[in-house]
């Protein structure tokens, strides 16, 4: 059997991104200073939303360029409009051959110099973890980018030796097979929930870990809102499991648009990773 040394790894860091080229630059510049070892092939992958094709763009996207020039590992995309997190992952997921995809939130900087070795080597050792998720704070302080779900799919800490019930997308390495057995993440869940549905339908086949020695400074939690939860809930559970939640966090309004929402997921039960149109980042709008 080959030793983790002897492998060609293929490690793709995406960051998604919108409107906030200072942090993401600083969240870049943490992943170019990571220690690469031989055995691993690395490259970064911002995921820029923009406002149109033909108006404003992020400014993220001429300074990911400029970037670029002095390291090609960056082969970031920007997409137009914003679809929410879980499809620019799937537009990651379909453009890179990558054996694992690291997720980091663009407001994060690594602190772990070894983090994305680490990570990739125990993926390597483990072959039945779908993902490893790593710290997130400053310093002693901070928390697992995994957790735990209560029966009512509430979020809830871990607890000592406790293997993660979901793993978060602001810090973790999901491997790539993984992901593409389930189709990607839903594009139904638009915030940063959509790892935590991916982890519920991995969870039948597939273990996930945390390193709490991989560190990566990051200060705000994770958007897991009261809607996300319903329509996770629906997915797991059914019309009835959500309804409550919806009355409760999401209003009459939104309880009553459900019915359509249930046709709409009758329809199309598991949704696979929809098309998403996705530009080259170094071309200007102007210039197509």
């Avoid at 993220?60 to 082969?75: F, G, N, Q, W």
């Avoid at 970031?76 to 051959?97: C, D, F, H, S």
């Avoid at 002693?140 to 029966?151: E, I, V």
């Avoid at 997915?235 to 019915?259: D, N, Y």
Wanted: proline share 7%; glycine share 8%; with cysteine.
């Amino acid at each position: 059997m080959k030793q983790p040394s002897e492998i060609t790894t293929h490690v793709s860091a995406v960051i998604v991104s919108y409107d906030q080229p200072e942090a993401l630059r600083r969240c870049v510049e943490s992943l170019q200073a990571q220690v690469i070892p031989s055995w691993m092939r690395y490259s970064i992958q911002p995921e820029v939303y923009v406002g149109s094709r033909f108006g404003w763009y992020d400014e993220s996207v001429m300074m990911l360029s400029k970037m670029r020039v002095d390291d090609h590992r960056i082969e970031g995309w920007w997409l137009v409009g914003n679809a929410g997190p879980a499809v620019a992952r799937n537009v990651a997921l379909r453009q890179t051959t990558a054996d694992y995809l690291l997720f980091i939130d663009p407001a994060g900087s690594i602190e772990s110099a070894h983090a994305v070795e680490e990570m990739a080597k125990f993926l390597n050792e483990n072959s039945s973890v779908a993902a490893v998720a790593g710290w997130v704070g400053h310093g002693d302080s901070g928390r697992a980018s995994a957790g735990a779900l209560t029966p009512k799919l509430q979020l809830r800490e871990l607890e000592v030796g406790e293997a993660p019930g979901y793993v978060a997308g602001c810090f973790s390495m999901w491997r790539r097979e993984a992901l593409l057995s389930i189709g990607g993440f839903d594009p139904h869940v638009r915030d940063e929930a959509d790892t935590i549905e991916a982890s519920l339908r991995l969870a039948e086949d597939w273990e996930f870990a945390l390193l709490p020695d991989v560190r990566a400074a990051l200060e705000r939690p994770l958007r897991y809102s009261e809607r996300s939860r319903a329509y996770i809930t629906l997915k797991t559970r059914g019309t009835f499991g959500a309804l409550p939640i919806l009355f409760r966090g999401g209003g009459l309004l939104e309880a009553a648009a459900w019915p359509f929402r249930v046709v709409a997921r009758t329809l199309n039960p598991h949704p696979t990773m929809l098309p998403a149109e996705c530009i080259p980042p170094l071309e200007h709008p102007e210039d197509r």
